[in-house]
């Protein structure tokens, strides 16, 4: 038998992730704040609820998708106006956070719970709207050997790749790790193609030998960021993304947050972190974040 699910956050990714698990046959109970995601939820067969400690009383697993660590923190605790979710759960409830959050709140989120009863995961993930709406989502997992076997069969309704990472926390850990070698790679090809164009370089013949050569990397033979080489790749239809430039920007600056809580001498990243926040402070945010390219050959003399 699945465990009985509560949903909080039935967004972009929470409200597709919700319907898989109802459609796989979890008894799912949905809780969102914002009437358009209640009904999109609603109409792919999620039993919404008005209060989300209804949802939460009668579940075995406290699933949040949310936008930031502290909605995740204030979902659990409460504030001043509206009383937590660990006040309404079942005794050895899972609090499983799917959100991307800084890996400090992350670990600061598992405590909470865990200090009050239950157990905790934290599982981000990667795929975007596309992989949550087919269930091809990657999991990067933290918690104990236990709450990971309780939770796999649920994540592999949501998903195609679920690796466990170590205890709670370790699965943001992997993710903005992971996230900040794609911000530096996509960075570095595009700094790359602007320059081979400009030493007279087609970008057929850049791609053929770099995709055969050391340079090789999924910002270039996946995402490649001029249009041409890979057919599928956002530079082909106008930097529709794809990943957004204002998630990269996101998951970048938790990675920043990350590198001053440990003292890490990570000069590319932060920079990479500088680069895309400005990316995403104008048209970049909507853009796939392979558009960088475009604001370095902007920048670069004429
Ligand atoms: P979203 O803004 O579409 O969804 C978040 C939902 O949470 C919203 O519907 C909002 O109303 C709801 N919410 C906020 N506070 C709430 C509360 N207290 N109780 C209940 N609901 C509440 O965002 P999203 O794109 O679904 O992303 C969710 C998380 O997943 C983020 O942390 C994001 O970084 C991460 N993520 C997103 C993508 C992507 O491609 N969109 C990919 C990987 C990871």
Wanted: with cysteine.
């Amino acid at each position: 038998r699945l465990p009985r699910v509560a949903f909080i956050g039935l967004g972009n990714m929470g409200g597709p992730m919700a319907a898989n698990l109802v459609a796989a046959g979890v008894e799912v109970h949905g809780f969102d704040v914002v009437p358009a995601a209640i009904d999109a939820a609603r109409g792919k067969g999620v039993a919404v609820v008005e209060d989300p400690r209804d949802a939460v009383a009668q579940a075995e697993v406290v699933l949040t998708m949310l936008p930031s660590g502290k909605h995740v923190k204030e979902a659990y605790a409460g504030t001043d106006q509206r009383p937590g979710l660990l006040s309404a759960a079942q005794p050895n409830a899972i609090f499983l956070d799917c959100s991307t959050i800084n890996t400090s709140e992350a670990v600061k989120a598992a405590n909470l719970a865990r200090e009050a009863g239950f157990r905790a995961a934290d599982a981000p993930v990667s795929g975007g709207v596309v992989g949550a709406e087919a269930g091809t989502l990657a999991f990067m997992v933290g918690a104990t050997e236990e709450v990971f076997a309780e939770l796999h069969p649920l994540l592999d309704i949501m998903g195609r790749r679920v690796v466990h990472c170590g205890d709670a926390g370790l699965g943001q850990a992997a993710k903005i790790c992971n996230n900040m070698i794609l911000g530096v790679s996509m960075i570095a090809v595009s700094e790359a193609f602007v320059l081979a164009e400009k030493l007279g370089l087609s970008d057929e013949a850049m791609f053929d030998v770099v995709s055969g050569a050391t340079g090789q990397c999924w910002a270039l033979t996946t995402n490649c960021p001029v249009p041409g080489p890979v057919p599928t790749s956002p530079a082909n239809r106008d930097f529709t993304p794809g990943f957004a430039g204002a998630l990269m920007a996101k998951d970048l600056t938790l990675a920043s947050n990350a590198l001053d809580e440990t003292g890490v001498d990570a000069q590319l990243g932060r920079m990479a972190g500088e680069i895309y926040r400005r990316f995403a402070e104008g048209e970049g945010a909507g853009q796939d974040f392979s558009g960088i390219i475009n604001t370095i050959r902007e920048s670069s003399h004429p």
